[in-house]
């Protein structure tokens, strides 16, 4: 796997290390598709057993909210088949990996370790507004072409 993908997988896991207060169903939902999809993209295929280890849950407990996925029509499964993305799942697993990846420019900018960084990102990304994040995405674009302000600020 590409080391990019490993690292989002891994904080994704960590992220479900234990049962964070404040998780809400809909950021479970979310973090399913994207490791769903991270895994797609790499293998060309999602298990249940790597679901369930990236997810922190049991397989049985995997195999239930993919049904209930299913049902939702976020993807198609059929047991022992495979696992695929429906275009309403594709799209909502790159829209929060999009909030992901500018999340994280920003922390970095801030100065937070990479590692620190993903992690804070894993657990907020599911709760900001798309308004939210297409300000900070400006402000990322400002900073970087303002090179001085952003010396002064790490000079700080
Ligand atoms: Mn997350």
Known sequence: MKKKNIERLESIKAAHRSERIGSSSSSRVEDYLEVISELVEQKGYATTLDISRY???????????????????????????????TSKGSNLADGIRQKHKTLLEFFEI????????NQDVEGIEHHLNPKTIKQLRKFITFLKSNPTILTNFKNL
């Not at 049985?60 to 939702?72: I, R």
């Not at 801030?110 to 960084?117: F, K, Y």
């Open 55 to 85: 997810m922190n849950v049991s397989a049985p407990s995997v195999t239930k909210m993919l049904q209930k996925l299913d049902e939702d029509r976020y993807l198609e499964y059929e047991k022992y088949q495979g696992i695929s993305l």
């Open 110 to 117: 801030l100065g937070i370790d990479h590692e620190i960084a």
